[in-house]
């Protein structure tokens, strides 16, 4: 499509909207190809190194497979195997690693760990989630909501519950290509403010209306999507006591869906804390999207990879 990419996948809030219009087209088009025949060895001889200092199912598994879909190869790094900034420094691993993969996927704790990583690399880096964002995830969101509604201009999007790395990517997303967001979450778990003000930029640019509420019945009145995510993500183990004392009021049961748009969807990027943010009646009733948005992160990431690469 001559769109030229950078040469790194961090942040949503790096693209601009066409360029991620074009990745999710390249993943519509990528998804049909996979499932009439497969895909054409696009990434032929190209390894992905993964870089986890966290645990990960679906972000693991869907790039393996991913670069193995698409004639490539990935190679799985775990948490204690190289230390990354602990047994050696980050711009070592980096520059190190670089001769001997064509691309490297990290989940880090930091956010300055993987722009270090980038800084660091002569292939290009990608942000496998962060404590600040989730840009993999927010691709393969968009994905399915746009499979659901044709597209994600002007389509209702409320985030349930903590202002996490999953908000923050899936906000920017949404006011990058018009949706409307609302964010709804106890005082205290708001998105790192930066983060709020970019949103409201892109929001301005695109069309798309923001809110914030307490209130958890006012933010999904008209919802069409009603996400939501852990209490307690990776890394914030010591608070999981406190925080359940706050969101309670926040989870997604069947009450809450029951106010939103009848043809609404409910989405989770996974893992799903059952009985916590969201209650099995709505994980696995008829308005549930988590599995195909599972399967999903398998179709975006491909097109990011590809996209990539050709960049490179
Ligand atoms: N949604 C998601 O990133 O899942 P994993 O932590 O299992 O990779
Ligand atoms: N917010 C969660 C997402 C897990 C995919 C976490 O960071 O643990």
Redesign the pocket.
């Known amino acids: 499509t001559g769109v030229v990419m950078k040469k790194d996948f961090i942040s949503i809030q790096d693209y601009t909207p066409e360029e991620l219009q074009s990745m999710l087209d390249l993943a519509i088009q990528l998804k049909k190809e996979y499932f009439s025949g497969g895909n054409p060895p696009l990434l032929k001889g190209k390894v992905l190194g993964m870089i986890f200092q966290?645990?990960?199912?679906?972000?693991?598994v869907?790039f393996d497979m991913a670069m193995r879909h698409l004639g490539g190869d990935a190679l799985y790094l775990s948490p204690n195997e190289i230390g990354l900034g602990q047994r050696e420094s980050i711009a070592d691993v980096a520059r190190v690693l670089s001769g001997y993969v064509h691309a490297i996927m990290a989940?880090v704790f930091a956010h300055e760990h993987v722009l270090e990583l980038a800084k660091w690399s002569s292939v290009p880096v990608i942000n496998?989630?962060s404590d600040y964002d989730?840009p993999?995830?927010a691709m393969a969101d968009a994905l399915t909501i746009i499979e659901k509604f044709g597209t994600l201009k002007g389509v209702n999007v409320t985030f349930v519950g903590d202002g996490n790395n999953?908000c923050v990517s899936l906000m920017h997303i949404v006011t990058k290509l018009g949706g409307n967001f609302t964010h709804s979450g106890p005082e205290g778990y708001d998105m790192p403010k930066q983060a709020v003000e970019l949103g409201l930029q892109f929001a301005s640019k695109s069309g798309s209306k923001v809110r914030f509420t307490r209130d958890p019945h006012e933010a999904v009145r008209d919802a069409q999507v009603i996400y939501t995510d852990t209490w307690t993500s990776?890394g914030q183990e010591a608070e999981a006591k406190e925080r359940e004392k706050v969101f309670p009021p926040y989870q997604v049961n069947e009450q809450l869906v029951s106010e939103a748009d009848k043809d609404c969807i409910v989405m989770h990027?996974?893992?799903a804390h059952r009985g916590q943010e969201i209650t099995d009646a709505v994980a696995d009733g008829p308005h549930s999207a988590i599995f195909p948005q599972?399967h999903n992160?398998l179709h975006a990431q491909k097109a990011i990879l590809v996209r990539l690469f050709q960049a490179g």
């Open positions: 966290k645990p990960s199912l679906r972000t693991r869907s989940r496998g989630l989730h993999c995830q999953v990776m990027c996974l893992p599972a992160r």
